[in-house]
DNA sequence: CTCTGCAATTGATTAATGTCAAACCTTAGT
DNA sequence: ACTAAGGTTTGACATTAATCAATTGCAGAG
């Protein structure tokens, strides 16, 4: 039954140019199974007993501390998560939860690991995998020290509108509190961010953001291939 | 010349386990240098043709972004950096310059790329350093989106202290306005912050920390492994 | 030993952000 | 259609952090 959903996960970089025989012995004893919004999949400090493959729905990465919790990253399919600790067989930094009903494609991390060894290419799509992870992860530390909370919003908005297309009108595709966590503010907060930006020429209506001049807003906003690009 | 420093850099987890014909094919045409304080050795931007490695003295990786500068770690002796950039091919995402009188080995890239595909403990052995930064970046995440500065300080101090060795009294290795970049605060703010912990029994003289009251320190820490831990 | 330059500190002020409370809006379920 | 629940917005206020200005402290150069 798991079948109908191997092209999906095949052809993701990290599973494409590895051997069929080893591709079958990673997914053997793999499962894919169904949640419901809002299902703790991990909690951080447990151990990374499986990579996880998301292929539908929606998974939100985020972390606790002392009765305070922070997002991290939304997962969007088709996409992996938890790499970094399956590898290490380390302890989950993040915990997960499903935002909406999602399909997940669970892999034993102990498969990752033996077929590591056995499969050069796979060794090098997860070289790549994790030193892009890892950029990310520089880039979002970099978006956190060296930028204002405004200056931080108007950056996600030219980000998202990129993904979106690049069209002057476009949707988040993120509830606002869960925004507000992602780039570390309050809802309140953001609200006024919203509004703080009017004069660079965005508008807010629910989830559908206009920006009616562009190069005012990425002037303001400066953004950087050295924090915003995706890929580099 | 560069050979005697070979044993030093070969018993580094990233080098120890390759075959010996690897790693001198490795080494071809690397060299090492000797560098002033403050010289920038990397500019954020440019193209990673060196992985490096620090054999003595210290250096700083720092970003930029529209006039304003971070320190984001600071690499001691001995210890690789800018990995991540050297296996993607792709530009830094940091600069680095040294603190202090430092020796460095410059190993070229495309030979850390040549010999990841020939040796499978090497590949592996990046695998585990990749995946140990990417979690680290990520613990530092966590440690600025969910800490105060006063927390971030607090907490730093007990890792600094366990890096020292335990005892009640050591010393910073850094420069106090550089802790504060490092912190994402104002020197100014360091200054107060460290006021601040005075009740909770740390006292600072100079760069000599004292920490009177241990327990009390660490109730208002709260460390945790999933953020302080250096190797988990 | 003194001078000089820079780091560190301190105080006063301003700006940014978080908190609290209330009102408003949207939406899912009855 | 109505209601309840929860997300969003708004305003008032508190807290935190950054900025500005001035002073102190310290280490290296002459």
């Known amino acids: 039954m798991l079948e109908s959903h191997h092209p999906d996960i095949r052809k993701l970089d990290l599973f494409s140019e590895m051997e069929e025989d080893n591709f079958i012995s990673l997914m053997h004893a793999s499962y894919l199974q169904t949640f419901p919004p809002q299902i703790e999949l991990i909690l951080e400090g447990e151990p990374s007993d499986f990579l996880h493959v998301v292929i539908d729905g929606s998974v939100e990465l985020f972390a606790r501390w002392n009765g305070r919790e922070t997002s991290i990253t939304i997962i969007r399919p088709i996409s992996t998560f938890i790499l970094a600790a399956t590898l290490r067989n380390a302890p989950n930094l993040m915990s997960a939860r499903t935002l909406e009903k999602s399909r997940v494609v669970l892999i034993p991390s102990a498969n990752v690991r033996r077929v590591f060894d056995a499969d050069n290419k796979f060794a090098r799509a997860i070289v790549t995998e994790l030193a892009t992870g ?54 309140e907060n953001l609200s006024r961010a919203f509004k703080a930006l009017q004069p660079y020429g965005v508008t807010v209506d629910g989830c559908r953001i206009t920006i009616s001049n562009q190069s005012d807003l990425e002037k303001f906003a400066r953004p950087s291939p050295l924090i915003d690009d995706k890929t580099t």
Not at 134 to 153: F, G, N, Q, V
């Open 134 to 187: 890892y950029r990310a992860s520089i880039k979002k530390t970099k978006d956190l020290k060296l930028r204002t909370s405004l200056e931080r919003l108007a950056n996600y908005l030219l980000r998202q509108q990129t993904r979106e297309g690049g069209h002057p009108v476009f949707e988040l595709q993120t509830e606002k509190r869960r925004l507000a966590s992602y780039l570390s503010m309050t809802p």
